[in-house]
């Protein structure tokens, strides 16, 4: 008697899913998995996780590489899988193995051509400053500390000088591996709030420690050491060596990154006030 061949399931598809991030960075060497070394990342902690409920290895592409101890609220990353889980799994179940400084917010299966990097228009960064005699304590590891007053209207004034299309070498950190030092600024606002000075920058992209070199120089000019008409002049000379110090790391935060309407992303509320 003939055996029929019974024909084996068919592989599932891979699905691409799209997942919003938030952590502290305090306990990280920042986003980025780094080779041959034995650094705590957030990458590598929510590859594990990931890993372990598709049940297989996998790798994930973000919006932006945040640097040690830098925050997120709004990091964005999306995964290729063939496994078959409900959204709900990919939040509640990181969740539930993820460390305390890490939190899957939500996740969203997206399109094939969705890249959470490449198909990003601008990502959004917030610096705080504690700008108290005091340092802080309760916010030590989300805020940076400038004990001598600040001036945020010279500040704001200073930063309108970077808006639009500009080179920015003169805020490029040394080990920048961009092609290209053109970046394209659409907003920058300096606030205070009490003892609290907030900057907000919004931009397509970032050079390497750009935003934590546009934050020392404006440090500079809301203490008096300059003027806010300095920005342009050193925005022009193209110059890191005329710069002023890089703004240490714990005040900044990714605070939003927009992506075309079509791919139907949530949109961040970046009107909340500026402590989380």
Known sequence: METLAVPAPAAHAARRIALCVEYNGAAFRGWQAQVHQHYPTVQEALESVLAGIAAHPLRVNCAGRTD???????????????AQRP????????????PPQVAVRWAQEVD??????????S???????????????????L?????????????????????????????RGASCQSRTPMR?????????????ICLDIEANAFLLHMVR?????????????????WMKTLLDSRDRTQAAPTAPP??????????????????PDTEAPPFF
């Open 143 to 171: 805020v940076a500390s400038h004990g001598a007053p600040l001036d945020a209207e010279r500040m704001h004034e200073a930063g309108q000088y970077l808006l639009g299309e500009n080179d920015f070498s003169a805020f």
């Open 184 to 196: 394209r600024v659409m907003e920058l606002t300096v606030k205070s709030y009490g003892g609290y």
């Open 68 to 82: 040690a101890g830098v925050h997120a609220t709004w990091q964005i990353v999306h995964f290729d899988t063939p």
């Open 112 to 121: 094939a051509e969705f890249h959470a990097r490449f198909s990003a228009l």
């Open 213 to 229: 070199n546009i934050v020392g120089a404006l440090l500079w000019i809301g203490d008096g050491r300059r003027d806010p008409s």
């Open 250 to 267: 714990q005040g900044l935060t990714l605070i939003a990154v927009r992506y075309p309407a079509h791919f139907g992303l949530p949109i």
């Open 87 to 98: 959204l709900k799994a990919w939040v509640r179940g990181a969740n539930s193995r993820l």
């Open 123 to 141: 990502r959004r960064y917030r610096y705080v400053i504690h700008n108290q005699s005091a340092r802080a304590a309760r916010l030590a590891e």
